[in-house]
């Protein structure tokens, strides 16, 4: 026996949904200004020429950092004679004064250290004016850079008790 | 080897040994007998004097100055 399969019943389709595209998009620049990028004034980074300096010639009073005035007939250095005290690891200054009248080199010291009186050249340096003490040459210093080093060698000494 | 410069005490400058090379173990004496001071000693940088057999090498820095003054000079009365 034939066997027929149909629908049972009469079928209504609805239209069909149709889908499809919508009005085409058009995407096209921005009629606003552009931004435009691009670089400023060009900057041009060279190397700079080298410079030499050389250090002017220089007395050891100028090198050690005194200073050197006319007074009267007199000139006179000032500054400080410098040591380093091992015992505190440090370096120790004293208020130096050198005045030159002639070719004779007057040395002053201020509040030396008191390690000066155990020297053996501590008879050598006599209390002059407030904390100054002059110095006594048997064989003078010839310029203030002679009395400078001469002194802070004293001082040295003193401080380490070598003599 | 160290390069030092050696200002004699006096001279204002003029006198002054530039570019002193030492090699180790140098000392005081060796740099005033090649620099012919005879009768000078050094100074050290932070003040005092080296001995003669001080180790000179040992005790400055590359491009240090340091100076030469006469030893003759004394305190006395």
Redesign the interface.
């Known amino acids: 026996m034939r066997i027929i399969v149909g629908p049972a019943a009469r079928t209504t389709i609805s239209p069909a949904i149709l889908i499809g595209p919508t009005a085409p998009v058009v995407v096209e620049p921005a009629r606003d200004a552009a931004i435009v990028v691009e670089p400023q004034a060009v900057l041009l980074v060279e190397a700079a020429s080298s410079v030499t300096v050389e250090a ?5 009073w ?2 050690l950092g005194w200073i050197r005035r006319q007074d009267g007939d007199r000139i006179v250095y000032e500054g400080t ?4 005290d091992r015992r505190i690891g440090q ?1 120790v200054e004293f208020d130096g004064r050198i005045v030159e009248r002639g070719r004779h080199f007057q040395a002053y010291i201020a509040d030396p250290p008191p390690e000066l009186r155990r020297h053996p ?1 501590a ?3 006599t209390r002059s004016n407030g904390p100054w003490f002059q ?9 203030a ?3 400078v ?2 002194i ?6 003193c401080l ?1 008790g070598d003599y | 080897m160290k390069n030092v410069i050696v ?1 004699v ?6 006198q ?1 040994y530039k570019d002193v090379a030492l090699l180790p173990g140098t000392k005081a004496r060796d740099v005033l007998n090649k620099l012919s001071l005879t009768g000078f000693q050094l ?2 940088p ?4 080296f001995g003669h057999a001080d180790d000179l090498y040992a005790s400055v820095a590359e491009g240090q ?1 340091i ?1 030469a ?2 030893a ?6």
Request: aromatic share 10%.
């Open positions: 002017p010639q220089r007395a050891v100028d090198d004679y410098r040591a380093r370096r050249k008879p050598c340096f110095v006594h040459w048997y064989r003078p210093a010839r310029s850079d002679e009395a080093l001469y802070e060698k004293i001082i040295a000494e380490t | 200002s005490a006096g001279t204002g400058g003029k002054e100074s050290k932070e003040g005092g004097a100055k100076f003054t006469p003759s000079v004394e305190a006395g009365q």
